[in-house]
């Protein structure tokens, strides 16, 4: 019972904290990326903003996900109760 | 502390249990539609003031949605638009005391994201027929038809959880952050739930946008692309 308690508290801790590793690296790279094509074409602007939201919204998706399954695992977790 | 996947309930109807997220998802129905009805009462060829701002709203989601997708605005224009104003609105009734926003709550984004659903299905069987529909799956290649069926599943979820996870988490971290710190400390968080609430619910706009049409281009042979980009934004 304690350590199903806490293990879940270490693994919902560790699936944010890794979890969010890989979509802040992937976020930086596209931003930088969109920036880097806004500097070469200021025209296109408008076109690869939006491009670059909806890319990071699909991108975050990823990290949504980690934080969901942390709070399964505090707060609706099957083997707790 | 109570669990951000629990919903309290308020009262029940029968054997229905009615949760604060739905009264509140009233509300906002009631506001938005007494609102439009109230606005567009009337109309006039010299616009007033009031509906020039209306007329530019519209204008800017007729923009947004040709340059998403190259289509004619006209079809979508209503669903995209209420869906927008939707979420916009329930993102930021956060800011009033005592609301909780209702797209914070598991139900109303999976029936957000149910809906986008449906209407994906609908608008590609009123371009393509039932027919187009089906072969839709099938491009490029038959082989695709189980990760086809598959992705429009998982996009749907992709969706909803998306939706939920930021609207939930910008909440959370408020209580979290008044029940340490005190009254006013939480104001620049809420200031960044704001900019939050209207990303997403561009976002979710946006990408129903983007599975409808790309379920209707694979349906019909021709996309409904007469009037391509009207207008163009000078910025």
Do not use: H
């Amino acid at each position: 019972m304690e350590y199903i308690a806490i293990t879940s508290i270490f693994c919902a801790t560790f699936a944010v904290a890794f979890g969010a590793i890989g979509p802040a690296i992937a976020e930086g790279r596209a931003v930088a990326a969109a920036m880097e094509a806004i500097a070469r074409q200021p025209d296109a602007a408008n076109s690869i903003s939006r491009t670059l939201f909806v890319g990071l919204a699909m991108i975050e998706t990823t990290a949504i996900y980690c934080l969901v399954i942390a709070l399964l695992l505090i707060f609706a977790n099957p083997f707790l109760v | 502390m109570t669990s951000p996947l629990d919903s309290t309930v308020l009262f029940q109807i029968g054997p229905i249990q009615i949760s604060q997220a739905i009264v509140t998802t009233w509300a906002i129905i009631g506001i938005l539609v007494v609102g439009a009805f109230l606005l567009t009462r009337r109309l006039d060829l010299r616009p007033t003031q009031r509906q020039a701002a209306l007329e530019l709203l519209v204008t800017t989601l007729d923009t947004q949605i040709t340059e998403t997708t190259g289509a004619a605005p006209a079809p979508y224009r209503g669903f995209i638009g209420t869906l927008f104003l939707f979420i916009l609105v329930a993102n930021w009734s956060s800011l009033l005391p005592g609301i909780d926003p209702p797209t914070a709550m598991l139900e109303t984004d999976a029936a957000l994201a149910v809906l986008v659903f449906l209407s994906v299905i609908w608008f590609a069987i009123l371009a393509g027929g039932v027919g187009g529909w089906l072969k839709s799956f099938a491009t490029p290649n038959p082989v695709m038809i189980p990760l086809n069926i598959l992705q429009s599943l998982t996009r749907v979820f992709s969706m909803f959880v998306r939706l939920f996870g930021n609207v939930m988490s910008g909440a959370f971290v408020i209580g979290i952050v008044a029940s340490l710190a005190g009254l006013l400390v939480p104001i620049p968080l809420m200031a960044l739930d704001l900019l939050t609430g209207l990303v997403q619910a561009y976002i979710f706009a946006v990408l129903a946008m983007v599975f409808i049409t790309s379920a209707l281009e694979q349906g019909t042979p021709n996309p409904a692309n007469t009037d391509l980009t009207p207008k163009k934004k000078d910025t």
